[in-house]
C-alpha cells in the first residue's frame, strides 16, 4: 500500500524569506509524485509533479520540489515567499500501475506573514 | 479550455435521503476519480472511471456508487445518507498523461 507524511500541521514564514514544506512516501515501484494547493473553498491546483528525470522539478509560481530517491522525500521549496502563497499544501504519490489512484498527505497549511 | 466542473456546488440534505452529484471533465479527458475530503480523513480516493467502466474503488461502502457516460461526464450517487458523509466531494479528470485536474468540489451538508 502506498503512503503520503506530511509531518508539520503548519509551516510559518514571513514574506520574502525562502519556504520549505516536508514530504516523505512510500510506494512500490516507480513512484508518481504530485504537490497540489488549496484556496479556501477552493478545488485542488496542480502544482508539479515528478514522474521521471531531474530531480528537481519547477512548477507554477515560482515552486519546485526536489525528489530524493534514498530519503523518499518530495518536499516543496520557494526561494521567496508571498503571503498570496498562504493556503495548504498536499503532497501526492501514486504507483507505475496505470491507475489514477492518488494518496494524499493530511495536509501542511503554510502561513506567510507580512 | 474549460476546466473541471462540479454541480450543484453545495447541497443541504437529511439523513436517510440519496444525494446524485455531477461531474464533467475536462474536454478530451476519459479518466474521471472521485475523492471524498473531511477534516479528520483527509483526502480519500471513492473511484475512478475510464470509458464508461470503473476502473478502481476505494474503501467505501456500497452506499457510494458512480457512472460514467458516453460523453465522459460522471455522477457520483450516496444513498442513505449519513451524517459522516458531510464532506467536500472532489471530481479530477486525466488524460494519458499523469496529471490529474480537480474541479471546484461539491460541499454536502447532512443534516
Known amino acids: 500500500a502506498q503512503s503520503v507524511a506530511q509531518p508539520e500541521d503548519q509551516v510559518n514564514v514571513a514574506e520574502g524569506n525562502p519556504l520549505t514544506v516536508k514530504c516523505t512516501y512510500s510506494v512500490s515501484g516507480n513512484p508518481y509524485l504530485f504537490w497540489y494547493v488549496q484556496y479556501p473553498n477552493r478545488g485542488l491546483q496542480f502544482l508539479l509533479k515528478y514522474i521521471t528525470g531531474d530531480n528537481l522539478v519547477k512548477g507554477s509560481y515560482g515552486f519546485e520540489a526536489e525528489f530524493n530517491k534514498s530519503q523518499t522525500s518530495f518536499h516543496l521549496k520557494k526561494p521567496s515567499a508571498l503571503v498570496s502563497d498562504s493556503a495548504l499544501y498536499f503532497c501526492a504519490v501514486r504507483d507505475d500501475s496505470g491507475y489514477s489512484t492518488l494518496t494524499f498527505g493530511k495536509g501542511t497549511m503554510l502561513l506567510v506573514s507580512p | 479550455k474549460a476546466g473541471v466542473t462540479q454541480t450543484p456546488r453545495y447541497l443541504i440534505k437529511t439523513r436517510g435521503q440519496q444525494v446524485t452529484l455531477s461531474c464533467s471533465p475536462i474536454s478530451g479527458h476519459r479518466s474521471v476519480s472521485w475523492y471524498q475530503q473531511t477534516p479528520g480523513q483527509g483526502l480519500q480516493f471513492l473511484f475512478e472511471?475510464?470509458?464508461?467502466?470503473?476502473?478502481n474503488k476505494g474503501n467505501f461502502p456500497g452506499r457510494f456508487s458512480g457512472r460514467q457516460f458516453s460523453n465522459s461526464r460522471s455522477e457520483m450517487n450516496v444513498s442513505t445518507l449519513e451524517l459522516g458523509d458531510s464532506a467536500l466531494y472532489l471530481c479530477?479528470?486525466?488524460?494519458?498523461?499523469?496529471?490529474?485536474?480537480f474541479g471546484p468540489g461539491t460541499r454536502l451538508l447532512v443534516l
Open positions: 472511471y475510464f470509458s464508461e467502466t470503473q476502473r
Open positions: 479530477a479528470s486525466r488524460w494519458t498523461e499523469e496529471t490529474q485536474y
